[in-house]
T-cell receptor, first 107, second 115 residues
Framework: RKEVEQDPGPFNVPEGATVAFNCTYSNSASQSFFWYRQDCRKEPKLLMS???SGNEDGRFTAQLNRASQYISLLIRDSKLSDSATYLC????????FGAGTRLFVKA | ETGVTQSPTHLIKTRGQQVTLRCSSQSGHNTVSWYQQALGQGPQFIFQYYREEENGRGNFPPRFSGLQFPNYSSELNVNALELDDSALYLC??????????????FGPGTRLLVL
């Protein structure tokens, strides 16, 4: 079992759609959780940190369920510019990235 | 702009050669991590440096080694290059807060091609 697993994707959605990404992690001792965004041939950039209480940043909502070892990212009202790969990241003694889920938003 | 810089941007080597990649961390960050990202995959953790010492390592062989300097910049050295070492090598810097991984800021990466 991979330490961090994400939906394999790709997700193809029309503009304005709501899309949800899921991620599970295996190490219950993990302490920090993030979503990063990576555009084609670019470096990953932080989208948002993830907290047990849930957090929201504009159209983006992230949720952490420690009991189920599950992390989610919800994007509302998708824009063409949201097209990218979304990486789930779990930190502890070392940082583990998921393989990423590719999102294509179409006009 | 994150402030993390890497050099060179691209590199072509042949099997068996050695390579050194460089990274300057963002101002105020004392921890540097290195990642290998193969095409279509997520970044794989190589190792992390804090206060000039290795502070965690992923599943990479000893021919992957590193250094951190007093100014927190860092080098990644790879000996005896293999074809599978072809990848994007990413450096990320972060502040150290006692063991909990803080947000990491990535440099643009070095694309290594091994022929």
């Amino acid at each position: 079992r991979k330490e961090v697993e994400q939906d394999p994707g790709p997700f193809n959605v029309p503009e304005g759609a709501t899309v949800a990404f899921n991620c599970t992690y295996s190490n219950s001792a993990s302490q920090s959780f993030f979503w990063y965004r990576q555009d084609c041939r670019k470096e990953p950039k932080l989208l948002m940190s993830v907290y047990s209480s849930g957090n929201e940043d504009g159209r983006f909502t992230a949720q952490l369920n420690r009991a189920s070892q599950y992390i989610s990212l919800l994007i509302r009202d998708s824009k063409l510019s949201d097209s990218a790969t979304y990486l789930c990241v779990v930190g502890g003694f070392k940082t583990i990235f998921g393989a990423g889920t590719r999102l294509f938003v179409k006009a | 702009e994150t402030g993390v810089t890497q050099s060179p941007t691209h590199l072509i080597k042949t099997r068996g050669q050695q390579v050194t990649l460089r990274c300057s961390s963002q101002s105020g960050h004392n921890t540097v991590s290195w990642y290998q990202q193969a095409l279509g995959q997520g970044p794989q953790f190589i190792f992390q440096y804090y206060r000039e010492e290795e502070n965690g390592r992923g599943n990479f062989p000893p021919r992957f080694s590193g250094l951190q300097f007093p100014n927190y910049s860092s080098e990644l050295n790879v000996n005896a290059l293999e074809l599978d070492d072809s990848a994007l090598y990413l450096c990320a810097s972060s502040p150290w807060t006692g063991g909990i991984q803080e947000t990491q800021y990535f440099g643009p990466g070095t694309r290594l091609l091994v022929l």
